[in-house]
């Protein structure tokens, strides 16, 4: 929990919460300035008072509890009070260690028939050692516990019973030794939190990035099929045109004219899918000016700006089409779109093309043929943007796609594609 979350609950835990914080911030830097003050603390509260009115057996205590314990000089007493507070100094690195030395002093110190405020420095020790130290020391620990408390009732039995003394020392000891658990459960807790919201801060961050790189893939290959088909079209019109108009004029401008539409179509379309990329970036809410995404019906056109380029494109279709989804039917788009762009790229003018499209069951299969050359142009061994493309989009369908020289000459492209409905994830 935040600091600003804590905030609606009150000013004051607000403010105790920050200076929790900047506590915790400042010991991480300086920790031995909380051992020294732990330290300080005690000596000021347990150890002082002792000093200055002769120890535990003073003027105030009943005279049957002075007389039960002995008298130490000033110097026996500043030992055994150095050796019992002094080992805080490291009861957080070497939890263990300062509980057996302070352990060790203590009963020391009352089998020499002394008491000492100073003892409260061992219950001390069993938090630090519960709260900082490893688990499976804690039986042995606890056990040590019991027998110095054992050591003190007995001591003690001659002005208390020993046991109303062994209640209540062992009572305090499970309270700090409780208290050291509860603080370090609750840390663990919290580490925990942290650590899982840690965690979900950088899948978060992981989804977002893999969804930007989906989206920067999509559109990539939105803008290749879209540039890149009406570019050849555009590139092989322009090429015609330049050579009929010194022999036929008319067919000259027919091939300009057929050059204006398909940059008008390819500009549309860039408009298109950078409307939307803008919409999404600023979010605009009129929403840019949408058209639908080209389907099967828009096939035959696309194979007449083909026809117009100088190929001849042979189109048929089997099977119920007409049923086939928007995402299925723009797959299809794109692929002949891609297939018939490389046609243009690769093969002479006049080359025959044979595209079919047949839908048996749940199975689609895409052919696009040619009789151009059978080793397209291009370094050799190397799939250009165009290949990958179609099979990205085949695999959103669980299809392949397949490229590569026929046997009559000529080259072939060949996608199948799944039609199986998979759980609404299309």
């Known amino acids: 929990m935040t600091t600003d979350d804590l905030s609606g609950m009150g000013p004051l835990v607000a403010r105790l919460s920050r200076g929790g914080q900047r506590l915790r911030h400042a010991d991480r830097r300086h920790p031995w300035v909380l051992e020294t003050a732990v330290v300080v603390l005690v000596f000021l509260m347990f150890c002082l008072p002792d000093l200055l009115h002769g120890g535990v057996d003073d003027g105030d205590s009943p005279r049957r509890f002075r007389l039960a314990f002995t008298h130490l000089p000033v110097a026996g007493m500043l030992a055994l009070q150095a050796g019992l507070v002094l080992p805080l100094l490291w009861r957080r690195r070497r939890p263990l260690a300062a509980f057996a030395t302070i352990w060790a002093v203590f009963v020391l110190q009352w089998s020499l028939d002394a008491a000492l405020r100073a003892d409260i420095a061992l219950f001390v020790a069993l938090y630090s050692l519960a709260l900082h130290g490893r688990l499976r020391q804690l039986p042995w620990a606890c056990a040590a516990m019991a027998g110095a408390m054992a050591l003190v009732a007995v001591r003690a ?216 050359p059978a080793t397209p142009s291009g370094p050799p061994n190397e799939e250009g943007h165009g290949l990958v493309g179609m099979r990205e989009r085949a695999a959103l369908y669980g299809g392949t796609v397949s490229a590569g020289p026929t046997g009559g000459g000529g080259w072939s492209v060949e996608a199948v594609l799944d039609l199986t409905p998979q759980g609404g994830d299309r």
């Not at 979900?200 to 961050?205: A, P």
């Not at 992981?206 to 989206?215: D, M």
Request: with cysteine; net charge neutral.
């Open 157 to 372: 039995s001659s002005t208390v019973s020993v046991w109303d003394a062994l209640f209540f020392l062992l009572s305090t000891a499970t309270a700090a030794l409780a208290l050291g658990l509860m603080v370090r459960i609750r840390r663990a807790q919290l580490a925990g939190l942290r650590e899982r919201a840690t965690r979900l801060e950088i899948e978060r961050d992981q989804r977002s990035r893999l969804a930007t790189a989906s989206e920067r893939t999509r559109v990539a290959r939105e803008m290749h099929d879209i540039v890149g088909h009406n570019l050849s079209v555009i590139i092989t019109l322009a090429d015609a045109g330049a050579y009929a108009t010194d022999l036929a004029p008319a067919r000259g401008k027919e091939a300009l004219r057929l050059i204006g539409d398909t940059g008008r179509q390819a500009l549309g379309e860039l408009r298109r899918v950078l409307g939307v990329l803008r919409a999404a970036t600023d979010g605009s809410p009129g929403g840019p000016e949408l058209s639908p995404q080209p389907g099967l019906a828009d096939i035959d056109a696309l194979c007449a700006t083909v026809r117009a380029a100088g190929l001849e494109v042979v189109y048929r279709t089997s099977g119920d089409v007409d049923v086939l989804d928007s995402g299925v039917q723009l797959t299809v788009y794109r692929i002949v779109q891609e297939a018939l762009t490389n046609t243009l790229k690769h093969a002479d003018t006049g080359a025959r093309v044979h595209l079919a499209i047949r839908v048996e069951g749940s199975r689609l299969t895409l052919r696009v043929q040619d009789t151009g």
